[in-house]
């Protein structure tokens, strides 16, 4: 079993702190009640991790469909205890989470994808 014997919640973080957490972490959990565009989701996947989350404004957006973002209705703590579970006690499940949330991160997010688009707007201004 993957799972680890302590769990730390440690609130608002910034700068390097953020940085080691998220490099020492197996999951990102963000119970949020009302979101737009998460960041935190963002800097979690580019550490490739897996996310338990909430299915409200742009977060289904953001992290997509897949083993890489298991999405709950706000407030459902049982379900989201059930992925955290899930992915704590299934090694192969949590790995494949993990894959899948780095590789949305690159091909989603990464300034490769972001060329891309800015391009293509460019290309379309000029009529190309």
């Known amino acids: 079993s993957i799972c ?3 769990v730390r919640f440690p609130g608002w973080v910034r700068g390097a ?12 959990l963000l119970p949020s009640h009302m979101e737009a565009m998460p960041m935190s989701l963002l800097e979690a996947m580019g550490y490739g991790l897996p996310m338990v989350t909430t299915n409200v404004g742009g977060i289904p957006n ?8 298991q999405l709950a ?4 703590s049982v379900r989201m205890a059930r992925a955290l579970v899930r992915l704590l006690t299934a090694e192969e499940a949590w790995k494949e989470a993990c894959r899948a949330s780095l ?3 690159r091909s989603e997010y990464g300034f490769e994808k972001h060329l891309d688009r800015i391009e293509a707007v460019y290309r379309k201004v000029l009529g190309e």
């Open 103 to 105: 590789e949305r991160a």
């Open 62 to 69: 953001l992290t997509g469909e897949g083993p890489q973002a």
């Open 4 to 6: 680890r014997n302590n």
């Open 73 to 76: 209705d706000a407030g459902d």
């Open 17 to 28: 702190e953020k940085e080691q957490l998220l490099s020492e972490s197996m999951i990102f």
